[in-house]
């Protein structure tokens, strides 16, 4: 990299710090903490909202592209809104009562992993957001799988 960025030193301190409720969740686990259970709803929910979070990041560049005259790739829109619609689906499994939370935080994880590949695919963002979201994506999705993987010793 040429010492360019496009990232304030806030914004990649404030990113790295958006792990420390997943490791907060996960260490809970581990250390057999009264809340456990708490520990990996909240881990849930922290993780599907961080998905989501990132198919409005999508939209927005989406939408930025089409402003600035460019064209969003085919099925930019509609990639945006998978994320939320896939939260949903790995929470159903909870409020049916049927096996949670481990298999979800496992896809969950996995989803979160894969991320920034449709980032790369979409092609908005600048290499320095890139690799950041690299980064926090590997951090966030092996931290919720290992809630997922933890999981079996708590239910």
């Known amino acids: 990299m040429d010492g ?15 792990l420390l409720p997943q490791a907060l969740c996960v260490g809970l686990l581990l250390i057999g903490h009264e809340w456990r259970y708490t520990a990996l709803a909240g881990g ?10 990132l198919g409005g990041v999508w939209w927005g560049q989406a939408v930025s592209s089409a402003r600035t005259g460019g064209a ?16 949903v689906a790995l929470f159903l499994p909870w409020t049916f009562g049927w096996e949670w939370p481990g298999p979800a935080l496992l896809y ?48």
């Open 108 to 155: 969950l994880g996995a989803l979160i992993l894969g991320s920034p590949l449709i980032d790369r695919a979409i092609g908005h963002a600048a290499p320095d957001f890139l690799r950041l979201r690299w980064h926090l994506s590997l951090g966030l999705g092996l931290l919720t799988m290992a809630l997922g993987l933890l999981a079996g010793r708590v239910i």
């Open 44 to 53: 849930f929910a922290y993780a599907a909202a961080i998905f989501s979070f």
């Open 4 to 18: 360019q960025t496009s990232l304030s030193p806030a914004a990649r301190a404030l990113g790295y710090a958006g």
């Open 72 to 87: 969003a790739p085919a099925g930019a829109y509609a990639i945006a809104v998978l994320p939320s619609l896939l939260a």
